[in-house]
């Protein structure tokens, strides 16, 4: 890999990294919704839930479509879902293997 492409794989990394964003991204897993709808679901201050899209939306990981005043979000990839189920997993697995290793200790 290039260092370009390493920084740029730190960057989206970093712009995921954050407990909000991926409850976002799971408000937005199948389906385009506006600030407003998302700013219901997730019971937090609408500046809060805007910069987080912002920061998504900057870094390529949103698009946004307008109608009248309001605009929508999605997911720029589906593939963007596959990499948070993927991480998912091996956490889920990195878990159980410490649940195991505990039950065995004890």
């Known amino acids: 890999m290039t260092k370009e492409l390493l920084r740029l794989h730190a960057d ?9 964003r991926l409850e976002i991204l799971n408000i937005l897993r199948n389906k385009e919704m506006n600030a407003g709808e998302i700013v219901a679901r997730m019971k937090v201050p609408k500046a809060n839930v ?6 998504m939306r900057n870094a390529g990981i949103l698009e ?7 605009i929508y979000y999605r997911i720029s990839n589906p593939k ?3 990499a948070c189920d993927l991480m998912r997993e091996v956490l889920l697995e990195q878990h159980a293997q410490k649940a195991e290793l505990f039950n065995r200790l004890r």
């Open 12 to 20: 989206v990394c970093k712009t995921l990294s954050h407990a909000k």
């Open 50 to 55: 805007s910069q987080h899209l912002g920061v």
């Open 64 to 70: 946004t479509r307008r109608n009248g005043t309001n």
């Open 80 to 82: 963007v879902n596959k």
